[in-house]
């Protein structure tokens, strides 16, 4: 095999099976789904859960999640003093959702993260996170 096919082969071979997704894309995922979900009638709700450490090993401690009324979606890992070990963010979910006003959660470790989901004038909207 000529030298400049093997570099790319090895490097997609090494990129098999691993998840290059951190903890902000994943729960973005996740608001995907659930806006895929939800109803098409006004009103319609769901609620997704999103379990912490989504991924083995990251975000294990306390962690706080910001859903900005911007798009962005921000996940702040912690130790168990309550310091930032990581932050992850990306703006994927505003493809899949509108955000009204800026939700800002606190949760322990292993906590679930509770986004509740409404149909409002046709667009799936933020109502809440918990």
């Known amino acids: 095999m000529s030298a400049r096919f093997t570099l790319p082969l090895v490097c997609a071979v090494g990129l098999v099976g691993c998840d290059l997704t951190d903890p902000a894309t ?15 009638a006004e009103g319609a709700a769901t609620t ?3 379990p912490f450490p989504s991924k083995s090993r ?6 706080r999640v910001q859903v900005d009324k911007v ?3 921000i996940v702040w890992c912690n130790d168990a003093s309550g310091t930032t070990i990581s932050s992850h963010s990306t703006t994927y979910s505003a493809r899949f959702v509108q955000t009204p006003q800026t939700h800002i959660v ?6 679930t993260l509770e ?3 409404v149909r409002q004038q046709g667009q799936a909207v933020v109502a809440d996170v918990r």
Do not use: F, N, Q, T
């Open 48 to 50: 997704i859960r999103h």
């Open 115 to 117: 986004i509740e989901l």
């Open 71 to 73: 798009g962005a979606l």
């Open 58 to 63: 990251e975000c294990v401690g306390p962690y």
């Open 26 to 40: 994943r729960l973005a995922y996740d608001i995907k789904a659930g806006a895929s979900r939800l109803g098409a």
């Open 106 to 111: 606190d949760k322990p470790a292993h906590a």
